[in-house]
Every structure is written in structure tokens, then in C-alpha cells.
């Protein structure tokens, strides 16, 4: 047992997503978009969230997108994306959220990734079961894909990716939604680019506890703590099934760059 | 004036909404999907519709994805898509929206989208005005764009399109949601690809009144009901804004069929 309370962090993840819904229809309404504030957003959210747990668990390293690194070579260490997917909250769509990992040795372990548009949260215990709200999720048990099947692809896969995918790509603008939507079962894989740890800490974890896989797009499964060197991912990412590993891979090509 | 009042058809779409989010749930359990229950929802929405236009405006045709067409050759005919954006909803994805139109002569003249889970809807009377919720919109004012610009494309653009555009791109799952980001000048463009007219009747009106303009891939502006035969676009189609127009076209190419 982890010995962390899910239900708590949870609760942590949804009341994140509410503070973030408190600024969401200020920004829809301007013109301009506002860095500043709404970094004052992703900041209060992640202040918000490192106060719960060193309050709760101070033995534990925390690390952030926006925040300095706490103890970062412990055990464990919460990884946090206080708002994932910003440029898509900014710009008034629906798919963001809050994304608090918890990395054992540097591998993600547990985690919690909370959508507050669709009133709903994608966990993790680390015992190996993934949940959609209370909902058991696990990924596509399809070993073979058609036109009707669909991934989702990063902002730029149309200029950083050659794709001859048969089926349909989406891109929704959060990662760690991105990761959900695999892990459901719903995509049946997603082309996450070069993420940082905070993107995906939590879920990977997910993806890992309803089946999925993470592998580089040659193919190669390296631990993850080798992979993300200061944080980013040194090659391209793709999470989908075991069963359809080997057949989506020849399909999604990085391009040179000229 | 169009004597139409916008009051009530925005409650109908936003009733048409509820129907769908009480569906919405039990679609996002279920494994495999079911399209027979989906396509209830559909009808199910579409029926409500028909039923609230046909008491109100018993003058006007009616069409829509579902039923079969009524008086379609009057002057006034609503065309409704119940629940654009299907395989989104089914999938559990939050963006998906139900779309009423009102085409005058065949061409859209005013309209309505809600979108449930963003708990918005977009709309104009016909008089030269664009809303999202209560708040006037207008698309971009931007005269160029960057790589932190952004266009909406089909979930079909890897394969149908050759897209040099340098900003990112997205595609979220629902054409009338597409309309309505560009018209609200979040995007600054979107493919289309080839819509049925109840995709886009509500939401090119809704476009028209905040400044944006359809035209074909190739540039051409034809008027609506010429390009619409038997309700699909006979070319592909592009909206965006009238001083992006002509930097946006050279970086959209369809694709020949080998």
C-alpha cells in the first residue's frame, strides 16, 4: 500500500479544477490574451496544491510547473501541472485540467487527473486499477484499428509528423487529458511529442494501471527516469495498447528537420 | 426584423442540451459503442426541436440529420443538427453541440449553438450581431498570424489535407463548435472539409454576424445554396477572417486521390 489517501487527493485535483473554473469565463472574455494573468491562475492553483500535501505528507519532494523544485531526489515526489492544457483555457475550450502525479524513484506511480469541464477525474491508486470518477477504466481491448478508430496527435503533428494513420486524429490541447482518453479506452493511442514529467506523471501512472503503454516512436521502452532528462522527454512519446503497438508505430514517422 | 424570438430558440437548444447530458453518461460507461442508443439521443433531441418549431412557426420547413424534411422549399426552413458532433459525445469528449439554424432562401440566416459541458451558447438574430452567452462576439482582428496562432481542422486533415500552416492546429470533433471558436476569435480559421448544411446553418450565420467569411479551398465565395447540393458542400470549405484570407488559403492544400 502507498499509504496515500486517493480519496484526499481527489478532492485536491476537483478543488484545483474549481479555483481554475473561477478564472475560466474572465479570460473567455478578453480579446487579448493575458499571460500574466493567467500564469496568477496556474500559480495559485499549484500554491494551492503544495500547501495540501507537505501539510500531509512532509517527508515527500514536490515539483511543479511553476514552482521550484522541493526535495526532488526523494522517494517520492509529487509532480504537479496545476493546468494542463493553458493555451486551451485561455482560448475558452472546454479540455484542460488538473494533473497531480506521484513519482516512486522517478517513475510515475500514482496520480490523479481531474477534467472540470466534464465534471469528471481519472485516478490511480498505484495497486494497478484505474478509475474514471468510480468507474473501472481500462484501454481498448481491440488488437486491430479501421477508419472509425481515432488518435490524438499533438498541435503541430501536421508540420512535425508524417501520419498515415487510416483513422481519425483529434487534438484536444492537454496532454494529460490526451493520456485519459487512451487510457478509457476511447483513443486508442495519442502522440504526446517531447512532454515534460509534470505532463504526464500522473497520467502515465493511469495509463500503466488500465494496460497502456508508453514507448518512444522507434519502438524503445526505456525506464522513464532515463527518459525525461531535466524534465522533458529527450525523444517522441506514443501511449497506446500492447496489442496495437506494433502495427501503429510504422504509421507515425517524426520529420527531419531540413 | 425577423420576428423570430431568440429568447426561446436559445432555451430550446439549451433543452436540447439537458436531453443530451442525461444521456451523456451512460454512453461514456459503456464499452463497445451503440449506435442504435445514440442515434436515440439524436432523434430524440430532433423531435423536441420539430415539435417546438412547428408549434411557434407552423409557416416555416423544417430539416434536420434525422427526420425527413417538411415544406423545405418555403422561405424560412430550420435546419437542425440535434447533436453535431456524435462520435465526440460517445467517446465521452466534452465538445459536441446542438445546433438550430434558420436558412432564409436557402442560405443561413440566424441560429443557435449550445455547447452543454462549456455551458455556452453562441448565437445571432440575423441582424448583423454575435453572442456567446450574453456577450457580443467578433472574430480576430489580427491581420497575420504566428506559431502561436491557431486553425481548427477535420479529425481527416493527416490524410485529406497537406497543412503548412506555422501556428498549431486543433481538431476537437464538432464543425458547429468550429464555427463558433472562430467566430468568438479564438481559432483564426478552420477546415471544414465538405459539411452537410445543418452542420454549418447556425453556425455560419453566427460567423457571418461576428465578420467571418466560407470560402472554398480553391477562394471562390459562392453563394450557399448554390454549393449545398442535396445538403452536402461540394467543395471543401474554409472560414476564417477577411484579412487572413488570403495568407491562409496557399497553406491549405486538398490532397488528389491517387
Given amino acids: 500500500m502507498s499509504g496515500i489517501d486517493m480519496a484526499e487527493v481527489r478532492t485536491w485535483a476537483r478543488e484545483g479544477g474549481a479555483i481554475a473554473r473561477r478564472h475560466f469565463n474572465n479570460v473567455a472574455a478578453r480579446r487579448k490574451r493575458d499571460r500574466t494573468w493567467v500564469t496568477q491562475a496556474d500559480v495559485e492553483i499549484e500554491q494551492f496544491l503544495r500547501e495540501r500535501i507537505s501539510a ?7 515539483t511543479g510547473e511553476e514552482g521550484e523544485p522541493f526535495a526532488a531526489d526523494r522517494e517520492f515526489v509529487w509532480s504537479l501541472d496545476p493546468l494542463d492544457g493553458t493555451d486551451a483555457f485561455v482560448d475558452g475550450l472546454p479540455v484542460w485540467g488538473v494533473s497531480i502525479g506521484l513519482l516512486r524513484h522517478g517513475a510515475p506511480y500514482l496520480g490523479v487527473v481531474a477534467l472540470p469541464m466534464a465534471d469528471e477525474d481519472y485516478w ?16 481498448s481491448a481491440a488488437d486491430t484499428f479501421d477508419r472509425n478508430d481515432w488518435i490524438l496527435v499533438t498541435s503541430r503533428a501536421h508540420t ?5 494513420f487510416p483513422g481519425k486524429t483529434r487534438s484536444l490541447g492537454s496532454l494529460a487529458a490526451h493520456c485519459c482518453y487512451v487510457a478509457r479506452g476511447s483513443a486508442i493511442g495519442a502522440v504526446l511529442g517531447y512532454p515534460h514529467l509534470w505532463d504526464i506523471a500522473a497520467g502515465f501512472a493511469i495509463l500503466n494501471a488500465a494496460g497502456g503503454v508508453a514507448v518512444t516512436l522507434d519502438g524503445d521502452l526505456p525506464p522513464i527516469p532515463r527518459l525525461f532528462k531535466q524534465s522533458k522527454a529527450a525523444r517522441p512519446l506514443l501511449v497506446t495498447t500492447p496489442a496495437l503497438r506494433d502495427a501503429l508505430l510504422p504509421l507515425i514517422e517524426k520529420r527531419g528537420r531540413a
Fill in 124 to 139: 490511480t491508486d498505484g495497486q494497478g486499477n484505474a478509475y474514471r470518477n468510480d468507474t473501472p477504466i481500462q484501454v
Fill in 56 to 62: 500531509r505528507y512532509p517527508d515527500h519532494g514536490i
Fill in 160 to 164: 512535425d509528423y508524417t501520419i498515415r
